[in-house]
C-alpha cells in the first residue's frame, strides 16, 4: 500500500492513545487561554480534571453554526492577528459569515490532511491535477491547491467558470485528476459533449475528487459511465478548516484522520451516540487547531460512522457519505425527504439526464412536492410520444422510495440552471 505518512496505519490503541493526550492538552489550553470556552464550560460544569477518557469529550458543551456566527469577526480566535497568515470564510448565505483563521501550522495540518487523502485515492507526483473549486474566501480551491502541491502533482488552479476554457485545458495539459464539485464536473461532461471532445477518448482524465455537495453511488456510476472516470468523495467545511477528508480508492467512505480529529455521529434530538453505522449528526473536535479552535462542532450533517480497518489497511476512522443535512431535511406532510434520495432515485433512470429540482409548495393546508427533471438529451428527442409514460413511471418510483405523494414535470434538456459551485436542489415555497 502507498500511504503519505505512516502514521495512517498506526494501530488502533496507539492512535486512541494519542487522541486522549491532544484531547487532553486542548482542554486545558481552551480553558487556561480562553475566556469564552472557559465559560462555555464552567456553565457545562466541566474541567480540564473531568477529561480522563476519550468518551469525557461527550462532557464538553456543543458548539453550533450561532456560536460561530456570534463570535464574528474574530471572538473565538485563539491565536493572535500575528501570528495569522491566511482567512477564509463560510458561505453562508445568510447573515453574516464565519471568518475562519489559520495560523502557519494550521495550513499546514489542513494542506497534511488533504495530501494523505490525495495518495490514498492514487494521486501522485506524475499527475496534474485541475482544481475547479473557487478559489478565494471558499476554502475549496486553495485547500486542494496546497493539498496536491504537497504531494507533488502539477496543480493547475483553474477555479470555477469558463467551461470551454477548463476543457481546453484538460485536453491540453494532459490532466489526469479533477477537483470539483459532482454537479459542475457532469456540467463539464456535458459541455464537452457540445464542443465534440470525448472526455473519455480525447482526454488523460482519469480520477475526479468530488465533493462540496451532496452526491450518491447513483452519480458516482453516471460519471464512471459517461466519463469513463473513477469518482472519490472528499468532504470538509470551512469551520473546520476546508475539505479535509478523502475516500481512498476502495471507495468505501472518508478517512477521518485520527490523530488531528476526534468524531462523534450523534442523534440529532437527544445528542447520544448512535450505533456504530447508523445514521446521525456529525460532530466534530478538532484536536491541533491553533487559531480557531474546534470542539464539539454541530456539522448538521447526517453520515455514518465505522471505525473498522479499511481494506486498504488504514486504520483511522471513516465516515460514510453525506446523506443530507439535518436543516436541509424537508419535510413534506410530515414525512421527511432528503434531495438526496430524491437523486438516487432519479439516476437510476437510464432516461433520466444530470440536473433535476424539488418545488414544495402549500396549497391550502396540504404541501406539494414537484420534481422537475430533465431527461437525457437522446431520450427526449426520441421518446416525446411517450413522455407521459416516463412522467409515471418516475412519479411511481418516487413515491414508492418517499412515502409521500409526488408529481413529476418533464422538462426540455439543458433548462433547469447549472452551477459551477454548489447546486441549490431545493425551492422551498412554503411560508412558515
Ligand atoms: O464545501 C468545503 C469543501 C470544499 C469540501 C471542497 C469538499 C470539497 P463549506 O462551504 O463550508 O465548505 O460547506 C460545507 O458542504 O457542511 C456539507 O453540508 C456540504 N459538503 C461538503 N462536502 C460534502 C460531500 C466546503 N462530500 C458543507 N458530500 C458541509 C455532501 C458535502 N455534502
New binding site residues.
Given amino acids: 500500500m502507498v500511504y503519505w505518512n505512516p502514521i495512517e496505519v498506526m494501530p488502533i490503541p496507539e492512535l486512541k492513545a494519542l487522541q486522549l493526550k491532544r484531547l487532553k492538552m486542548l482542554v486545558y489550553k481552551l480553558y487556561t487561554f480562553s475566556p469564552l470556552y472557559r465559560q462555555r464550560m464552567r456553565e457545562a460544569g466541566v474541567t480540564p480534571e473531568d477529561v480522563q477518557g476519550l468518551d469525557d469529550v461527550r462532557r464538553l458543551p456543543f458548539m453550533t453554526k450561532r456560536d460561530l456566527r456570534d463570535g464574528y469577526p474574530d471572538k473565538l480566535f485563539l491565536a493572535s492577528p500575528r501570528e495569522v497568515v491566511r482567512y477564509h470564510a463560510?458561505?453562508g448565505t445568510t447573515g453574516k459569515p464565519t471568518i475562519v483563521g489559520y495560523t502557519r501550522n494550521d495550513i499546514d495540518s489542513w494542506s497534511e490532511s488533504v495530501a494523505r487523502g490525495l495518495v490514498s485515492a492514487g494521486v501522485g507526483p506524475d499527475d496534474v491535477l485541475q482544481v475547479c473549486?473557487t478559489y478565494g474566501l471558499?476554502?475549496?480551491g486553495l485547500?486542494?491547491h496546497y493539498g496536491a502541491e504537497k504531494v507533488g502533482a502539477a496543480v493547475v488552479p483553474a477555479s470555477t467558470g469558463n467551461t470551454e476554457r477548463q476543457i481546453d485545458l484538460i485536453r491540453d495539459l494532459n490532466v489526469t485528476v479533477i477537483a470539483s464539485t459532482p454537479s459542475y464536473l457532469l456540467h463539464i461532461g456535458e459541455v464537452a459533449e457540445r464542443m465534440g471532445v470525448s472526455i473519455e477518448r480525447d482526454t488523460q482524465l482519469r480520477l475526479g475528487i468530488?465533493?462540496?455537495?451532496?452526491?450518491s453511488d447513483r452519480m458516482r456510476d453516471r460519471i464512471h459511465e459517461r466519463l469513463g472516470i473513477k469518482a472519490v468523495?472528499?468532504?470538509?467545511?470551512?469551520?473546520l478548516s476546508?475539505?479535509l477528508w478523502c475516500e481512498c480508492s476502495e471507495q468505501k467512505g472518508m478517512h477521518v484522520w485520527g490523530d488531528m480529529t476526534l468524531v462523534e455521529v450523534l442523534d440529532p434530538a437527544t445528542g447520544e451516540p448512535v450505533p456504530p453505522g447508523e445514521k446521525g449528526e456529525l460532530v466534530v473536535t478538532m484536536l491541533e487547531k491553533e487559531a480557531f479552535p474546534i470542539v464539539r462542532y454541530r456539522?448538521?450533517?447526517v453520515t455514518t460512522l465505522t471505525e473498522e480497518v479499511c481494506a486498504c489497511g488504514r486504520t483511522h476512522p471513516r465516515i460514510g457519505?453525506?446523506q443530507g443535512?439535518v436543516d436541509d431535511m424537508i419535510v413534506v406532510r410530515g414525512i421527511n425527504v432528503f434531495p438526496s434520495q430524491v437523486e438516487h432515485c432519479l439516476m437510476t433512470d437510464p432516461e433520466v439526464g444530470n440536473e433535476f429540482q424539488i418545488v414544495v409548495e402549500r396549497r391550502g393546508a396540504l404541501d406539494t412536492m414537484l420534481v422537475k427533471v430533465e431527461l437525457r438529451p437522446e431520450a427526449f428527442g426520441d421518446r416525446l410520444f411517450e413522455l407521459d409514460a416516463i412522467k409515471d413511471r418516475l412519479a411511481h418510483r418516487l413515491r414508492d422510495s418517499l412515502n409521500v405523494g409526488v408529481s413529476v414535470e418533464i422538462v426540455e434538456p439543458g433548462s433547469l440552471p447549472r452551477f459551477e459551485g454548489?447546486a441549490k436542489r431545493v425551492i422551498d415555497k412554503r411560508v412558515y
Fill in positions: 463560510s458561505s473549486y471558499f476554502s475549496g485547500g486542494l468530488l465533493g462540496a455537495e451532496p452526491w468523495d472528499i468532504y470538509g467545511t470551512s469551520e476546508g475539505p456539522t448538521g450533517d457519505r453525506i443535512r454548489k
